[in-house]
Structures are given as C-alpha cells and as structure tokens.
C-alpha cells in the first residue's frame, strides 16, 4: 500500500471521529485540520512538526454568530460545505501559504538555519501537524474527552509517517505526551529534552510563540546539530 493510500484511511478514520465528537458534544464544536499539505507525500518525510493544537476559536458547525464570523463549513475557505472530508484533511490548511506571518514559524525557520538543517523544512522534506487537530485559543481550552479519545489517531499518524525526526513545539502536551519525562534526556535545563518513539528522534522544546527561545537560539542549535550529525 502506497503512502497515499495509508494517508487516506486514516484520515477517513479521523475525519469520522473529530466531525462525530464535534457534532454530539457542544465543548468540542471546534474547526479542525491539519497543517502542511499531506497530498503531496510520496515517501516518508524526514521531518515531522508537532505542535499541541491549531490556535483560533472557529466553531465547526455554527450558524453565522452576531459578528459575522461564520464555522468552519459555512467559511468557503475551507470548501467543505457538508463537513470535513478525508480529502481536505490532507490537504491541510489553506492559510498555511502564509505561515511565515505566524508567530510559530519564525522562530522555527530561525533555529534550523542556525542548526544547518535549514534542508529539513524544504517542500517534501517535512510535514507539519498538530497532537490534536481541533483548535482553540489556549491548548488548556482542549476537554479532556477530546485527549482520551481522539490522541490515538496522532499516534496511528506518526506511525505511518515514520520520520526520522520529530520536533515537538511544547512539552507537556506534545513530548510528554508522545515521548513521557521518564524515558528521555533533559539537554538544555527546561529548554531542550531528546527522546525516542519508535525509530524517531524527538526533540522536545517549549512553544516558541511567546519567545521561550529568545537568547537560547545558540545553545539549542548546537545541541541540535550535535544530535542530527551524530545520526546521519
């Protein structure tokens, strides 16, 4: 089976259970989506991006609000008139061709060069989503309902991905989440775990959205390169 094709089923089996929570229970009325177009993958990526959740406050199923901001399916952004469809989850967000606006890539795209692996964020290289697909203001907005029962798509995702490195933006609901304190290495003090899931290589840091890397940009691509060199 084609990475496409695995690509598909799960997201067929994902799209099932997000717009089924969203629908059932009003906490979890949220837009969800992936970020980087996942359609274009023929092979696996070297690279996987793994924030906590998308930032924003969209509803997925909601009549146009007294503000005139419409939900995720009504917004023709999205082109999912009647939900979302296994097709549009893997072509991921349309506003992704503006990310180097987002708070989140600038510092990302910084570290990398300053690591010399500036080759890992080129088209095909890499892919970027979320722990969970469905977005909120603050990653503490997220129902635990929604952890329990839906992180096991993320990891069936990863699994078919099989990067060789994963960069997880966030520790508490990304590393530990995938990785656990327990079973890594502390590089950088608060800064900078290394672990293992599988075959990947998991580098845990902070989110860089709120400048948690500011005056450490330094220490931590010299850690990294150290790490990516040694495994090459």
Request: overall charge neutral; charged content about 25%.
């Amino acid at each position: 089976m084609t990475l496409q094709n695995q690509l598909f089923d799960w997201a067929e089996k994902t799209v099932a259970a997000y717009d089924h929570l969203a629908r059932e229970d009003k906490s979890c009325n949220m837009a969800f989506h992936t970020q980087s177009n996942l359609s274009q993958l023929t092979q696996s990526p070297k690279l996987l991006i793994l924030g906590v959740n998308p930032y924003g406050n969209c509803k997925y199923d909601y009549p146009t609000d007294d503000n005139g901001y419409k939900g995720q399916i009504q917004n023709e952004n999205w082109q999912i008139p009647n939900g979302m469809t296994a097709k549009k989850l893997l072509e991921g967000n349309p506003f992704e061709r503006d990310k180097t606006k987002w708070r989140i890539w600038k510092p990302v795209d910084i570290l990398f060069k300053m690591s010399g692996i500036e080759y890992l964020l080129e088209e095909g290289n890499y892919a970027y989503s979320n722990m969970i697909l469905y977005e909120t203001r603050k990653e503490t907005d997220i129902p635990a309902k929604v952890w329990d029962e839906l992180l096991p798509y993320t990891f069936e995702f990863i699994d078919i991905l099989k990067p060789r490195y994963i960069f997880c933006l966030g520790i508490k609901n990304s590393f530990d989440r995938l990785v656990g304190k327990n079973s890594c290495e502390n590089i950088i003090a608060n800064k900078l775990w290394i672990g293992n899931y599988d075959q990947s290589i998991v580098f845990g840091l902070p989110h860089p959205s709120y400048g948690a890397w500011n005056k450490h940009y330094e220490a931590l691509s010299t850690e990294i390169q150290k790490v990516i060199t040694t495994a090459k």
